[in-house]
Nanobody
Framework: QRQLVESGGGSVQAGASLRVSCAAS????????FGWFRQAPGKEREGVAA???????AYADSVKGRFTISKDNAQNILFLQMNSLKREDTAIYYC??????????????????WGQGTQVTVSS
């Protein structure tokens, strides 16, 4: 049974760093594309970062230079390293799989499978 399980969220001060992980059991991270999305209260889910088999990555403008997506193909774990966190980064972070092949890797409708999410709270 395939499953996406996020972990590593928490509450931090602005300027701190945090790394969230997604254990992608039953998936092969060396195939296709995988993404990180987030959803803040009252807002739509937005794409944060994505990575494909070629190593190609994509980032939302709001996180470029601060967040880094990576993956461990052997362990089937997807990571999102978040540095210089801001209050506006507060959200539930979800990993996404089963990319449908759409051009926009940061578009939620281009993924079919989602984890349950992990909460990240940044306070100033």
């Amino acid at each position: 049974q395939r499953q996406l399980v996020e972990s590593g969220g928490g509450s931090v001060q602005a300027g701190a760093s945090l790394r969230v992980s997604c254990a992608a059991s039953g998936y092969t991270l060396s195939i296709g594309c995988f993404g990180w999305f987030r959803q803040a209260p009252g807002k739509e889910r937005e794409g944060v970062a994505a990575i494909c088999r070629s190593g190609m990555t994509a980032y939302a403008d709001s996180v470029k230079g601060r967040f880094t997506i990576s993956k461990d193909n052997a362990q089937n774990i997807l990571f999102l390293q978040m540095n210089s966190l801001k209050r506006e980064d507060t959200a539930i972070y979800y990993c996404a799989a089963d990319w449908r092949g759409g051009v926009d890797l940061l578009e939620a409708r281009n993924y079919n499978s989602w984890g349950q999410g992990t909460q990240v709270t940044v306070s100033s």
